[in-house]
Nanobody, 118 residues
Framework: QVQLVESGGELVQAGDSLRLSCAAS??????????MGWFRQAPGKEREFVATESGGRRRYADFVKGRFIISRDNTKNSMYLIMNSLKPEDTAVYYC???????????WGQGTQVTVSS
């Protein structure tokens, strides 16, 4: 079982940068064994994929390529999302998620609000 807590969201202006953090508490297996991801949900929209990190491989949604960077520190049981050149359309609640093996994204944090003003 893994529990996730996001932090770092705030109100910023367009063009600014932010770093989101996701702290994991694990009990059954080491943090490094989990695939980790960031997702977001804007008002009135469905939750969407942002980025994932699995065994050192990183994937990004097209709308964040070149602007966002996902990383993790297995020694700290933590994952990060560096967001550069933020746009108003990046405004959303950002969630971190974890999965193990071939299972689905079974663990979610409570989310952190990112608001980008124009």
């Amino acid at each position: 079982q893994v529990q996730l807590v996001e932090s770092g969201g705030e109100l910023v202006q367009a063009g600014d940068s932010l770093r989101l953090s996701c702290a994991a508490s694990v009990s059954e297996r080491p943090f490094r064994s989990y695939d980790m991801g960031w997702f977001r949900q804007a008002p009135g929209k469905e939750r969407e994929f942002v980025a994932t990190e699995s065994g050192g491989r990183r994937r990004y949604a097209d709308f964040v390529k070149g602007r966002f960077i996902i990383s993790r520190d297995n020694t700290k049981n933590s994952m990060y999302l560096i967001m550069n050149s933020l746009k108003p359309e990046d405004t959303a609640v950002y969630y971190c998620a974890a999965k193990y093996g071939g299972s689905g994204w079974g663990a979610w944090g409570q989310g952190t609000q990112v608001t980008v003003s124009s």
